[in-house]
T-cell receptor, first 112, second 113 residues
Framework: DVKVTQSSRYLVKRTGEKVFLECVQDMDHENMFWYRQDPGLGLRLIYFSYDVKMKEKGDIPEGYSVSREKKERFSLILESASTNQTSMYLC???????????FGPGTRLTVT | EDQVTQSPEALRLQEGESSSLNCSYTVSGLRGLFWYRQDPGKGPEFLFTLYSAGEEKEKERLKATLTKKESFLHITAPKPEDSATYLCAVLGGGGTSYGKLTFGQGTILTVHP
């Protein structure tokens, strides 16, 4: 079974803090993705990575950065958290056999 | 630009009342259409991949079908535990997508006992 883990299920941060969300996979998958999910807006792609140290912007990269130093780990960084970044954050990886994506459990981030 | 529209937004069924969810798509060269189930507060769970028109996949009470313009997720004799949000996504053939999917807004299914 594909296993994707995220560092926290729930996180509360203050405005202006630097926030790190971590995603770890247990297999040799190349493609990793970060999404946010908001009511009425659906899943929106923030960034994705197709190899170590390689990254591409998704549809809403503003206010975020990412890091992928090792193949199994993909981090999402909020440089200076703002209240409009309160959301559910989901990490996903692409399966080895095809393009289906497997998601982690999600991190519910609240910025106050 | 790839687009996915799901309908209805919400569907309420009685236990045992079969129905279908729709996913209409516009894509340049379909490389795959994907169905997911998402329970509240959790990440989406992968259900099916469909690759070409006429293809069908089944899992328990769920059956997914694909035409050149849309996909249906048929739910036969649903149970309350089938209540969830069902998401549809497509992968188009344009450019170097690295597996970047386009998701629909989802259909919220509620099955009453």
């Amino acid at each position: 079974d594909v296993k994707v883990t995220q560092s926290s299920r729930y996180l509360v941060k203050r405005t202006g803090e630097k926030v790190f969300l971590e995603c770890v996979q247990d297999m040799d998958h190349e493609n990793m993705f970060w999404y946010r999910q908001d009511p009425g807006l659906g899943l929106r792609l923030i960034y994705f990575s197709y190899d170590v140290k390689m990254k591409e912007k998704g549809d809403i990269p503003e206010g975020y950065s990412v890091s992928r130093e090792k193949k199994e780990r993909f981090s999402l960084i909020l440089e200076s958290a703002s209240t409009n970044q309160t959301s559910m954050y989901l990490c996903a990886i692409t399966g080895l056999a095809g393009y289906e994506q497997y998601f982690g459990p999600g991190t519910r981030l609240t910025v106050t | 630009e790839d687009q996915v529209t799901q309908s209805p937004e919400a569907l309420r069924l009685q236990e045992g009342e079969s129905s279908s969810l729709n996913c209409s798509y516009t894509v340049s060269g379909l490389r795959g259409l994907f169905w997911y189930r998402q329970d509240p507060g959790k990440g989406p769970e992968f259900l099916f991949t469909l690759y070409s028109a006429g293809e069908e996949k089944e899992k328990e009470r769920l059956k997914a079908t694909l035409t050149k313009k849309e996909s249906f997720l048929h739910i036969t004799a649903p149970k309350p535990e089938d209540s969830a949000t069902y998401l549809c996504a497509v992968l188009g053939g344009g450019g170097t997508s690295y597996g970047k999917l386009t998701f629909g807004q989802g259909t919220i299914l509620t099955v009453h006992p």
